[in-house]
């Protein structure tokens, strides 16, 4: 928020975001987050964990590409791979039939103490913030909220960078608690800890391991291949419609009193460059950031950034990517 902005400005903006934030909350009803979070899985199923923004969705590809031979007939990814806090209220009532797709496979942006136990894998993917944090916007900007409406900085300062420990499963847990919730168990033997930048410096890699991971395809180079092929960022944007989220938008988009077809132009999907988001960031705002982490993540994992993180993961977890 501008520094010159008069006190009765500064007031119009934080109601503003808070409108946003209404929003944004009725997208999910209780019941049907309570659904997601009661889910009872078992040690047949797949579990994507992630914070928003952070490779959920490319995640989602290539485990669906590897478990179905590179099916593309799906009408959304969140048919096929349903996002337990959502689902109910796109009206996936039943999430394990998956149109009969096994093993199931299932996502969820719940931070470990709201998410389901039990499942036989675990896959957390996890970005850094600087990136996150203005594709969220970009997200839900012309969805949740009309373009112009709120600036990226007013977006992040009053409402990504707030959020903390989530009270109950009605809530979502910050990006940095999320992350801090799953790092102590990034070594666990049914956990693959991945980050976004290691799948776009090396996606053959990436999918060999999650291939050798999961026990699907590990032994099948042309799998593999096929997976990479319809797992680029060019491939899924030959389709944005499979990756738009329009189910949940067209059933709850006037809960949140928003037009019925607000969004429905904005997809996931959008360039996949490393970097690119955070040279939108002042100094002020990266400044912000980084004392989030300070607060959150650095006493948990001793890391002083994320990119040092991610390359101390890599080199403990013996990981082809940077180190």
Request: net charge negative.
């Amino acid at each position: 928020m501008p520094a010159d902005l008069s006190a009765s400005d500064r007031e119009d903006v934080v109601r503003t975001v808070q409108k946003m934030e209404e929003a944004n909350r009725n997208l999910e009803t209780a019941e049907g987050r309570m659904a997601g979070a009661n889910l009872r899985v078992t040690q047949d199923d797949i579990m994507i964990v992630s914070p928003p923004k952070c490779g959920t969705t490319w995640l989602c590809q290539i485990v669906h590409m590897l478990r179905s031979g590179g099916d593309m007939s799906y009408d959304e990814i969140n048919l096929v791979i349903p996002c337990i806090e959502m689902a109910w209220d796109y009206g996936l009532k039943d999430m394990t039939v998956q149109d009969g797709w096994r093993p199931r496979v299932y996502k969820t942006h719940f931070w470990r103490p709201h998410c389901p136990k039990g499942a036989g894998k675990y896959l957390f993917i996890t970005r850094d913030p600087l990136d996150a944090g203005p594709s969220f916007f970009y997200f839900l900007q012309g969805w949740i909220f009309d373009a112009g409406a709120i600036s990226m900085h007013d977006f992040l300062v009053h409402f990504w960078l707030r959020r903390g420990d989530p009270p109950s499963p009605l809530f979502n847990a910050g990006m940095w608690n999320n992350m801090a919730s799953w790092y102590p168990h990034r070594a666990d033997p049914n956990l693959l800890w991945l980050h976004y930048e290691d799948l776009q410096e090396d996606l053959p890699a990436a999918v060999s391991l999650i291939a050798e991971f999961l026990g699907i395809g590990q032994h099948d180079p042309a799998l593999q291949a096929l997976a990479v092929e319809r797992s680029t960022i060019g491939w899924m944007k030959r389709f944005p419609e499979k990756y738009d989220e329009h189910m949940l938008k067209l059933a709850r988009n006037e809960a949140c009193g928003r037009p019925r077809e607000a969004g429905l132009r904005t997809g996931k999907v959008r360039e996949g460059r490393v970097g690119r988001n955070k040279e939108e960031l002042t100094p002020e705002l990266r400044q912000a950031i980084q004392e989030r982490w300070d607060d959150t993540m650095l006493p948990v994992t001793g890391y002083a950034t994320y990119e040092e993180m991610r390359r101390g993961i890599n080199r403990e977890l013996g990981r082809p990517f940077s180190r």
